[in-house]
């Protein structure tokens, strides 16, 4: 498959999917903005986040981003029975947890950087490193190099042979052409709000949009 074919399948199966997420993240920051009495529910997430710092965004993500759905794939009993699942059950956890602490690094340098007010020109500045920098030279990359070690069982050796010319001038620009279609309407969102409820928002849309992908992906 060529990568024009690829990334155009890409768009086709992330669409749907993108589009409800998008709606879904939009919706919490109306509601936080519009709807008086959700403020205490906003209040309890932003307060954790700040009483806790990394501790929560570790915490948190594994939660929402790794256990969650791990939960989902085995109940749906949508994981090869070739894997153990003590493995990925640990995989899901520590793989998205760090990860957590990671975006969270990320988001608190790109505050320090520009501060916190939700201007047109400071979130566009913020989306434009994220996506097309962060997102697109490591965030990205590197999950979809992890996930290809969990498709290999663990296998160092054969995930470093599954890393050929196709994998990486194909699959990753696929991936990270997908990530650009979801992600930078989600993180418009996401850095709209204000600092303590940013990892708490970017947590729901990423639970969201990983059973999002559960659903509609066989595999």
Known sequence: MSIKKSILSALKQN???GLVLQFFALTLVLVYFF???SQPVYAWFGELKHQYGFLYAFIATAFFGGLIPFLYLWVSKRIDA?????????FYIMFWGLKGVEVDFFYQLQGGWFGYENTFKIIAIKV????FIYSALWAAPMITICYLWVENNFNFRASLAAMDKQFFCEKIPTV???????WIPAVSVVYSMP?????????LVLCFWVLLLA???EK
């Open 176 to 182: 990270v052409f997908s990530n650009w279609l979801v």
């Open 215 to 217: 659903v509609l992906n």
């Open 128 to 131: 434009a490193i994220d996506q």
């Open 82 to 90: 070739s894997h153990s699942l003590l493995a990925l059950f640990l």
């Open 35 to 37: 709807v008086p009495g």
């Open 195 to 203: 600092q303590d409820l940013q990892i708490p928002l970017f947590n």
């Open 15 to 17: 669409l749907l999917p």
